[in-house]
């Protein structure tokens, strides 16, 4: 029995919409999760974050133990505290991005220990040791167990040691975690683009049992067409009744396609990170502020939005801060992408209530401008 | 007569506090202006300057004219409607940055030629042309007059030259200005650190007659007993019944000092510039929040303020987003410090109103630890 119930409420072919309802208040699915690394979504304030919509922000295990490191935060209250997010937190193992950022990683049974990309410092983390950054000192609400996601492509061999190292250490984060009644642990099922192995994986999972199953080891340079034919078979492997979340995904067309394949949560750089960059994600695609097409172009990018970010300023104005290399345009661009994810999102859970999503899924697609 | 009437409610000493009466709002004096210098006050939404009860910002000619270019700006409605801030814009004539940021800039009796920091691009700026960007183009609502600006130290002979160039450049601006019901024009007072030439400027500019009266060539390396030397006698020169504004001015205890001489009105881009630093103006002087003692400190800096950012978040959170370079430290402490400098002149207007101002500026001194 799981401490966080999950109660859909409407089905639409595969995609389904519901509630995550935990402690800290209610996830409503298909939800995007905030990407919020280093304790703060980058440029933005919570309250900023809130507004959009977000029920949940995803913290990363990995950027936090190095700075300011999971023993000082528990010293200031946990996580929630530190930030001021008083909504739910999903935290990471940390093992993604051991991986990409760090210095020369080495896998063995045991942990995987690590070089600081910060200041070269050496670490060791082991499934145990992630699950008490994550659920003791860090006080996340939904806990990842440690996993390792081979990079793609991946030769078969690879992929089944890694999904099977996965299994082992998602039974030993099981034990670590042990039972709480306010926090949620999640399993990660690997096995890169083989079928077979998915469905060992998520045999494996559902064996040790968890209170969620994300899907990792895509969005790793497949591209959308290889995801989305993992995605016709991976998530109908995990259990109907508890979510399921797909790390680290995507682009809006690549939420709306795997919600299609019964997909309940995401999380992304992609809103902040392209921001940043000057590039601002719409119901008619992504459009690059940068470009002099917007030089005079007095409206907003959606006036329709709630998110003053959307519908206050003009492209005009935030090409001007684009090209004059100003803060406020990272931040308003920013903005602007999270509130659009949570639309999106908004847009899909109403879609799937009222028995419309395949309609809503093709205008969705006919309108993306490539 | 003015466009603007200046109501002063209450003398105390030399200080006196009031309300300047524009077809935008009151502007509440002592008053500072948080600088926008290129259409944002940086890393802050209009709002978010708003909240800090600031009731005018600044806007420089310089950044604006070369981009987005202040004709572009006029198409697209002005510099209100373009970057959302509803309340009065005080705009600088351009001169001073003219000489501080672009190449090699040639002053004649006519105009001052210069080229652009951006991109090399020449161009001439009249005080007819300052004008036309300010009050035509931008849509300010105080315009201030082209004038020379000589650094410090200066030789007696060039502050003279320079300072009666400024006159003669009052003159013109005034003719080009001409009558206008919902704008004021400021001239501006200079003669370095010369006594007779700031008188001599003064009786100039009155007999040109202006809405308000600033003070010119200070703030620019003289040193705070050095200026204050100068506040000794300047401010006196100017009629009592229209507002004096210092500009560029500055720590607040440059600020208490100034407005215990009889100054009304300042603009500074200390507190956006030194928050983006690391840096956080408070009641007890300056903190620099990289110091590791802070690291741990889950106090905030100010506990009894309304603005969001001095009050909802800790030092140690501040500490950890200013050492990890993340935006939200820069937007959190430039949000503070407006705030904090807000309050100030909010904790003066007080004061004077109560006939205590000298109480407090003795009281202020005290507490800020250098």
Known sequence: MSAFPFDISARDGRARTGTLRTSRGDIRT??????????TVKALTVDQVAQTGADIILGNTYHL????????????GGLHRF???ERPILTDSGGFQVMSLSGIAKVTEEAV??????DGSRHILTPERSIQIQADLL?????????????????????????????RWGNRSKAAFGDRPTQALFGIQQGSTFEHLRRESADRLIETGFDGYALGG???GEGHAAMCEVLDYAPEMLPADRPRYLMGVGKPIDLVEAVARGIDMFDCVLPTRSGRHGQAWTWEGSLNLKNARFAEDDTPLDEASDCPASSHYSKAYLHHLV?????LGQVLLSWHNIAFFQTLTAAMRLAISEGRFEAFRRD???????
């Not at 220990?113 to 910060?118: E, K, N």
């Open 30 to 39: 298909p939800a995007f999760m905030p990407v919020g690394t280093a304790a």
């Open 65 to 76: 133990m190095l700075r300011p490191t999971a023993e000082r935060i528990a010293r200031l």
């Open 83 to 85: 930030m001021r997010w």
């Open 113 to 118: 220990a690590f070089q600081s990309h910060i």
């Open 139 to 167: 006080g996340s609400d939904i806990v990842m167990q440690l996993d390792q996601c081979v990079s793609w492509p991946a030769e078969e061999s690879a992929a089944a040691s890694a999904m099977q190292l996965s299994a």
């Open 218 to 220: 895509l969005a790793v």
């Open 323 to 327: 090209k004059a290399e100003e803060i």
């Open 364 to 370: 969705f697609a006919a309108r993306q401008v490539k």
